[in-house]
């Protein structure tokens, strides 16, 4: 692959590491997906050796962010209708308040579940607690798959 299109694929990789953190858009995939152009035009095992680790890395890091993040909560005593209305509040948050408007509405959406299920502000506040530290806990997780992948890809990069 030419000097160009590296830079290029290391521009999408740098995106995907953004949107891995930020959460506005899938940016593991992003990532994933440069590596595997990287990957088909240079070619050769070691390229695909890279290609292989970065998508065992980028979809192990998204199975296992789901999984622990529904096991955190429902170890928390957070329901998943609870899940599911915070999820929703999060999606309705994004278009209302660009950006910040998904954590507004991770809040409130939990929040006001809990609230009218527990009748209780302290408890329905902590289930909300525990639905920001899984969201904090799922990040990390997805950013530590696209960091594999992306070492991956620069180990390629030295030894092609």
């Given at each position: 692959m030419p000097w160009w299109g590296e830079l290029i694929v290391g521009l999408v990789v740098?995106?995907?590491?953004?949107?891995?953190?930020?959460?506005?858009?899938?940016?593991?995939?992003?990532?994933l997906g440069g590596i595997l152009v990287w990957c088909f035009f240079t070619g050769g095992s070691v390229a695909w050796w890279v290609g292989g680790i970065a998508t065992v890395a980028v979809a192990g890091a998204y199975l296992w962010?789901?999984?622990f993040s529904w096991?955190?909560?429902?170890?928390?005593?957070?329901?998943?209708?609870?899940?599911?209305?915070?999820?929703?509040a999060s999606i309705v948050g994004f278009f209302v308040i660009p950006v910040i408007g998904?954590?507004?509405g991770l809040v409130a959406g939990t929040y006001l579940a809990e609230r009218v299920r527990?009748?209780?502000?302290?408890?329905?506040w902590r289930a909300t607690v525990a639905a920001l530290k899984s969201t904090g806990w799922s990040i990390l997780i997805e950013l530590?798959?696209?960091?594999?992948?992306?070492?991956?890809?620069?180990?390629?990069?030295?030894l092609t």
């Open positions: 740098v995106i995907g590491l953004i949107g891995a953190v930020i959460q506005i858009y899938p940016g593991s995939v992003i990532l962010r789901f999984l096991k955190y909560l429902a170890d928390a005593g957070v329901p998943n209708r609870s899940m599911i209305i915070g999820g929703l998904l954590v507004v527990l009748k209780d502000h302290t408890k329905a530590a798959g696209a960091l594999i992948a992306t070492g991956a890809w620069i180990t390629g990069l030295i």
